[in-house]
């Protein structure tokens, strides 16, 4: 018995036999062409077949794992197609005189180093998709065949694993995923999320464990290979345990939000993309507490456009059906930050240049923002949340920005929706001013998670002063009763979205202070409707 530790995806348990997906695109040589005219020919004609196979892979994928995560293949299909990626082949093979395969390759590399550097793990596994495609591209280019077929149910262990790859096997015998690339936030995990399956990184891969028994404990983040009995019964009881576990929460979904005297707490889930805002949806979520839009944000040569924002924004309310949508303006500043944004070095970056102080400082970014959410709210139930403010004159200059931007939306003929507006409760100025803050905003969402580093002075990312950082410290508690008592007199209603609001130990003090809602990661929501249930 082998016991390997690694880093936990998805909290989930397995035990099955392993099978090897060997990594099978061994670096390309350099090589050059005798024919240049032929190596463009070759090039243009297998990205046409790249992409007529990925258009039939997103079709097929559909009914099986539904349109948002088949959407990768569309995208990657877009990413074949793009002028900048074709643009470098191209220019590689005529100037280089190297072969169609070469130059794919050495594209494939640039950009998936580049995408690998970048401090956000979301755009940093992007860089997943940009290997898959050349992949793709070199197998067609070389008369490589990769199909692979599972003809029973196994744990898959690859040293990465490629979305489109994942996705194209038969769901139904995937009994875990354990890689050794690979990030929290890679379409793999992402998969293995949303089939609820075991996942694991951070492994370093065996080949000769192919065939072997072995346990993923995606709880632990520990890959069992060859178990002996007692492990192995010691798993079969957990497994049984669980199972019972998430039938009993299941049967929860269709139930209502209740205490046991009838008041209501809707459950909405905090997110930070559209296959988020997807599986917050099927986990019954009322709606989306806080979208975090940083992610659109960390990649690239500048903010994103109010196009490409106004089209996430519409995805992510066409993933909710409808159910009201909560964007919060761009958090940025202190561990998010990309060089285009050029902020300053700090010494205390979380006391300083970050959120709506670097909205108000950039305007320009934080207009086109706002006429993005406006634009999606004409599509949806939106409302938009403005992060860390302290200051009541920061409230009025908002909210001449929000009407200006509102007003040349509407004189200009754009639909525009009804977006109501509301604040993070996160500094403790905005809490002790929260009757007066009320006065410009119809809700609050309480960040517990900024708002304890603030109130306690210990710093939320310093592990040595984790004893202080308590989002159960009186003061905290004290502080949210003061915010509901003030926020409900001046006719405001008031929803935590911190990571406290997940804690079901903290559930019925929330509920006993007059919280009207509660804003949870997507996997929380039944074990915290749970805890509302056995409220009085
Ligand atoms: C918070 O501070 O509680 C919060 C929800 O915001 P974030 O965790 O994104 O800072
Ligand atoms: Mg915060």
């Known amino acids: 018995m082998i016991t390997i530790s690694g880093q936990a995806v998805h909290r989930q348990l397995a035990i099955g036999r392993l099978q090897y997906l060997s990594k099978t695109h061994p670096e390309l040589l350099r090589m050059p062409a005798g024919d240049t005219e032929a190596e463009l020919a070759a090039f243009r004609k297998a990205k046409a077949e790249v992409v007529g196979r990925l258009r039939e892979l997103y079709r097929e994928s559909v009914p099986k794992v539904g349109e948002l995560l088949a959407h990768t293949f569309e995208i990657h299909a877009m990413m074949v197609e793009d002028e900048a990626y074709s643009g470098m082949v191209e220019t590689m093979i005529n100037s ?124 632990n983040g520990l890959l069992i290979v060859d178990p002996d009995a007692e492990t192995k019964e010691v798993y079969e009881r957990k497994i049984l345990r669980k199972r019972q576990e998430e039938d009993e929460l299941a049967a929860l979904l269709p139930l209502p939000s209740e205490t046991r005297s009838h008041v209501k707490i809707p459950l909405l889930a905090n997110v930070g993309s559209v296959a988020d805002a997807a599986a917050a949806a ?90 993005a959410i406006l634009r999606a709210g004409a599509y949806g139930n939106v409302s938009v949340l403005y992060p860390m403010v302290s200051a009541e004159w920061e409230m009025r200059r908002i909210s001449d920005i929000f009407r200006e931007e509102k007003e040349k939306l509407q004189e200009a003929g754009i639909p525009v929706g009804d977006v109501s507006q509301g604040i993070m409760i996160e500094t403790p100025a905005a809490a002790i001013l929260s009757d007066r803050f009320a006065g410009y905003v119809s809700f609050f969402s309480i960040g517990t998670n900024d708002l304890t580093q603030y109130l306690l002075a210990a710093d939320r990312r310093n592990l040595t002063v984790a004893p202080y950082y308590d989002p159960h410290h009186e003061a905290v508690t004290r502080m949210i009763a003061h915010v509901v008592e003030e926020a409900h007199k001046n006719g405001v209603t008031v ?27 997507p996997n929380s929501l039944l074990s915290v409707k749970r805890a509302v249930r056995e409220c009085d």
């Open 282 to 371: 099927e986990m019954g979520a009322e709606g989306i507490g806080l979208l975090r839009t940083e992610f659109l944000c960390l990649a690239g040569e500048d903010y994103p456009s109010e196009e490409q924002q106004f089209e996430t924004y519409k995805s992510v309310i066409a993933a909710v059906q409808g159910k009201p949508v909560t964007i919060r303006t761009f958090d940025l500043g202190a561990d998010k930050r990309a060089s285009y944004m050029q902020l300053p070095e700090e010494d205390n970056p979380d006391l300083g240049f970050r959120a709506i102080r670097i909205s108000l400082a950039e305007e320009e970014p934080f207009r086109a923002q706002l006429r």
């Open 495 to 521: 929803s935590v979205c911190g990571e406290l609001a997940a804690d079901v130990t903290a559930t019925a003090e929330l509920v006993r202070i007059g919280v009207d809602a509660l804003s949870v990661a």
């Open 96 to 219: 280089e005189k190297v072969t169609a395969a070469y130059a794919v390759a050495a594209t494939g590399r640039h950009y998936a180093q580049m995408l690998a550097q970048m401090e956000d793990p979301y755009f940093r596994s992007r860089s997943e998709d940009i290997r898959e495609i050349t992949e793709r591209l070199t197998d067609v280019l070389l008369g490589n065949h990769h199909e692979v077929t599972l003809t029973e149910p196994v744990i898959l262990m690859a040293e990465d694993l490629a979305p489109g790859e994942t996705m194209q096997l038969d769901h139904s015998r995937i009994l875990g995923i354990v890689t050794h690339y690979g990030s929290e936030s890679s379409h793999a995990a992402i998969l293995a999320r949303t089939m609820n399956l075991p996942a694991i990184t951070g492994i370093a891969i065996r080949d000769e464990w192919d065939g072997h028994e072995a346990v993923v404990d995606g709880e």
